[in-house]
């Protein structure tokens, strides 16, 4: 007889209403598939990273979002967010016309990407177009961490 053992490598799939609980749901997510999957390690900065990309989506644009957890061979996560805007902000965007400058350290506010450069291992982002014909399009921002 021949047993199936799981696999190592997995995705979890979530669309976001634009509303302000979205981080939230976000975490709480992230925070179950974790623990279900035995990566309660890496929770807390996954469902932080997590919280600051979802909460800029919902802040910045007028769309739902989704999110997208993946395992990655070598115990490597995969955060991946969606929303309706096509403009990368920094430090996800590579060419100088696609950037929004990153916050301040002393900021206010938008402090939250910048919390991605310093905890993720990688990120990066890529615009998928849209404008006014075509909203849907938008742009795919993206980190990881462990392993």
């Known amino acids: 007889m021949r047993t199936v053992s799981p696999s190592d490598t997995w995705v979890y799939a979530l669309r976001l209403p634009h ?49 997208r957890l993946t395992a990655l061979a070598g115990g490597r996560l995969r955060v991946g967010v969606w929303d309706s805007d096509p403009r990368i902000p920094a430090p996800f965007g590579r060419p100088p016309r696609d950037r929004v400058p990153i916050a301040p350290v002393h900021a206010d506010r938008g402090r939250g990407l910048r919390l991605v450069a310093e905890y993720a291992d990688s990120w990066g982002g890529v615009s998928l177009g849209g404008g006014t014909l075509d909203r849907r399009a938008g742009k795919l921002l993206w980190f990881e961490t462990g392993g």
């Open 19 to 67: 509303d302000p609980r979205a981080a939230r749901v976000a975490r709480m997510t992230v925070r179950s598939v974790l623990a279900s999957h035995g990566r309660a390690e890496v929770s807390e900065t996954v469902e932080l990273l997590t919280s600051e990309m979802v909460t800029n989506s919902y802040l910045h644009t007028h769309g739902p979002a989704s999110l």
